[in-house]
Nanobody, 126 residues
Framework: QVQLVESGGGSVQVGGSLRLSCVVS????????IGWFRQAAGKGREYVGA????????YHADSVKGRFTISKDNAKNTVYLQMDSLNSGDTAVYYC???????????????????WGQGTQVTVSS
């Protein structure tokens, strides 16, 4: 059974930075594409970005491109989400998710992922 645990959330001021971590157990990052999603209060779960299992290519949603960066450390089985220039619109619970057979055209779809973490809260205040 694959398990994902997010950490690194917290409160930060506008313009600040945070780095989230997603530790994967029960599976390898060479087997699973890892996606990041977020859900603000009262809204649906939104795709943030992903890193592919093969080749390690990274993809970012337009809303975070240039501010957020996804990376991974295969030796630690950990995926990171570096978030810079945070604004109040980034306030949400952030989730990581794993999928074994995700094609590029589906990488932003929630239903493409098989396993989800419990989420970590990020609050950006002015």
């Amino acid at each position: 059974q694959v398990q994902l645990v997010e950490s690194g959330g917290g409160s930060v001021q506008v313009g600040g930075s945070l780095r989230l971590s997603c530790v994967v157990s029960g599976g390898s990052l060479s087997t699973y594409t890892i996606g990041w999603f977020r859900q603000a209060a009262g809204k649906g779960r939104e795709y943030v970005g992903a890193v592919r299992r093969s080749g390690g290519g990274t993809y970012h949603a337009d809303s975070v491109k240039g501010r957020f960066t996804i990376s991974k450390d295969n030796a630690k089985n950990t995926v990171y989400l570096q978030m810079d220039s945070l604004n109040s619109g980034d306030t949400a619970v952030y989730y990581c998710a794993a999928g074994a057979r995700i094609i590029l055209s589906s990488i932003a779809r929630r239903d493409a992922y098989d396993y989800w973490g419990q989420g970590t809260q990020v609050t950006v205040s002015s």
